[in-house]
């Protein structure tokens, strides 16, 4: 997945949309929302993925080992079908990183939509459907 595959129309709105700030005097909160997160200060609401920040930042440093791997594979001279196993093992673990990460999306931001009516719940899946073909393209 390249930053050139970002949806340009609209990308930071959505994501704005999932992230606001609650009122004030906010309603009642539903008994199964996530409640205890800290807001962003970008967007001045929650990621879906705060509560797993630190394993995924844990995670992504292991990928970015097995890369670093590869360069060093390169360096010594390695047997191609070696490197390129590597090659597969890298691009797996980032694959299951952004799995695991639209789950989050999925559970957090649409579940947050689906509270704010139809049109919040369309605008959310046609977003996590434009993310899911961009995971599909890799």
């Given at each position: 997945?390249?930053?050139?595959?970002?949806?340009t129309?609209?990308?930071?709105?959505?994501?704005?949309?999932?992230h606001?700030?609650?009122p004030?005097t906010a309603?009642?909160a539903?008994?199964?929302?996530?409640t205890?997160?800290?807001?962003?200060?970008?967007t001045?609401?929650v990621?879906g993925?705060a509560?797993?920040?630190?394993a995924?930042?844990?995670?992504?440093?292991?990928?970015?080992?097995?890369?670093r791997?590869?360069?060093?594979?390169?360096?010594e001279?390695?047997?191609?079908?070696?490197?390129?196993?590597?090659?597969?093992?890298?691009?797996k673990?980032l694959?299951?990183?952004g799995?695991?990460?639209l789950?989050?999306?999925?559970?957090?931001?649409?579940a947050?939509a689906?509270v704010?009516?139809?049109e919040?719940i369309?605008?959310?899946v046609?977003e996590?459907?434009?993310a899911?073909?961009r995971m599909l393209?890799?």
């Open positions: 997945m390249t930053t050139t595959d970002a949806d129309n609209g990308g930071t709105d959505a994501a704005a949309a999932c606001t700030s609650q004030e309603p009642q539903d008994p199964n929302a996530v205890d997160l800290a807001p962003s200060p970008a001045g609401g990621h993925y509560k797993q920040k630190d995924h930042i844990k995670r992504l440093r292991r990928i970015e080992g097995q890369i791997g590869l360069q060093r594979m390169l360096e001279d390695v047997y191609c079908i070696d490197i390129l196993t590597q090659v597969s093992a890298s691009t673990g694959q299951s990183f799995l695991q990460l789950e989050e999306h999925l559970r957090h931001c649409v947050d689906a704010k009516g139809p919040a369309d605008a959310k046609q996590a459907t434009k899911i073909e393209r890799t």
